[in-house]
Each structure stands twice: as structure tokens, then as C-alpha cells.
């Protein structure tokens, strides 16, 4: 008898997220009670827009870990605020190092794509979700007048999350550690 597939229930979404600085987590956080607002779930940084797949947990997990092999930590530059149409965020400046990480993020599959990944993937902590036009030019006038605590934060690891009926879980932390040490090929010094 076989034990069948412990796959998520069909709608379950998944991220690769990067949680920020307890410093800024806070401030987000004080910031969004302030002005009576939210995102989605704790303050975050997406690497790949929430997706589904038909991979198991232990499959998706696999298929993280082998996508992020080699992968070392980076810096995020914070630029400043940015409002779209319903959405207040902290823009974040688009690296190289952090367009590279976002390309090996969307390796993880199969799986759905977003339409906010690859080329129009804008990394991001979003402050205010669903924000009502009446809302929209005071909120953007108050956030003007809030400054981070930091200008840039250092992501030393991603974690993968699963999303079903808006509880958000974290299903694994995946250290970025860079490339492995090859001892192998070294050869001590000679003493003088």
C-alpha cells in the first residue's frame, strides 16, 4: 500500500521572502498601527511573488535549497517610498545581486509565474494593502514624513512560505552562505 502524496490543498500559495531588520520590522510594524494600516502578513521581502506548484512540501523544499546552492548573503539598498494605485510601499533598489537572486528564485518549479516577476519585479516592503482613493493622499502625505531607521540591511537568508486561507506559515529558513569552501586545492605557505 502506498501512502499518498501529502500535497497542499489546491490554492495554496507560495513566496521566498526575506524578512527585514528587527529595527525596521518594528518601525514598519509601529508605522502601519499608527496610521491604521497593513499588508499582507508580516513585513516583507518578496524574492518571488507568491506561486502555486503541484511539488510536495519535502519536493519544494528541495527544489529551494538546490536553486539557492552557493547563493551568499547580499546587501538590499532601502530607496524610499513608492504608491501605486492601493499599494504604499518601501521601494528597495533593484541590484544586480538582487536581480540574480529574484532569476534563481524563479528556477524553483514547476510552478506558477506572477506577473510582477522577472522584468517588472520590484522589490519591495509594503506598508499599506487596499488603500481606498478617498485614503490614498493622506496616507502618501503622512508616509513622506517618516523616515526608515536604516538605509540598507543585509539578507543573509530566505525563507520559503505557504499561504492557504490567509494564515501565512514558514515552511523552512534557507541560510545564504555562498559557495562552498574548496580545501582541497590549497597549499600552505612555506615557512620562511
Not at 30 to 49: D, E, I
Not at 91 to 96: P, Q, R
Request: neutral net charge.
Amino acid at each position: 500500500m502506498t501512502t499518498p502524496r501529502a500535497d497542499p490543498a489546491p490554492g495554496a500559495l507560495h513566496s521566498i521572502v526575506a524578512w527585514p531588520p528587527e529595527a525596521l520590522d518594528t518601525w514598519m510594524r509601529r508605522t502601519q498601527k499608527r496610521l491604521n494600516v497593513s499588508g499582507f502578513g508580516l513585513p516583507h521581502l518578496n524574492l518571488r511573488a507568491p506561486f502555486q506548484t503541484p511539488l510536495s512540501g519535502p519536493e519544494l523544499v528541495r527544489a529551494c535549497r538546490e536553486a539557492l546552492r552557493g547563493q551568499s548573503e547580499l546587501t538590499v539598498q532601502v530607496k524610499g517610498w513608492k504608491q501605486l494605485q492601493g499599494v504604499i510601499f518601501l521601494e528597495c533598489h533593484l541590484s544586480s545581486d538582487l536581480r540574480d537572486l529574484h532569476e534563481r528564485c524563479l528556477q524553483v518549479g514547476p510552478s506558477s509565474r506572477a506577473q510582477y516577476d522577472g522584468d517588472l519585479y520590484r522589490p519591495h516592503l509594503t506598508l499599506a494593502l487596499g488603500v481606498l482613493p478617498w485614503a490614498a493622499g493622506y496616507l502618501w502625505n503622512e508616509v513622506q514624513q517618516c523616515e526608515p531607521p536604516v538605509t540598507s540591511f543585509s539578507v543573509q537568508a530566505l525563507s520559503l512560505t505557504r499561504e492557504e486561507r490567509g494564515e501565512v506559515q514558514e515552511l523552512h529558513t534557507f541560510p545564504l552562505t555562498g559557495p562552498p569552501t574548496d580545501t582541497r586545492h590549497t597549499r600552505e605557505a612555506a615557512p620562511s
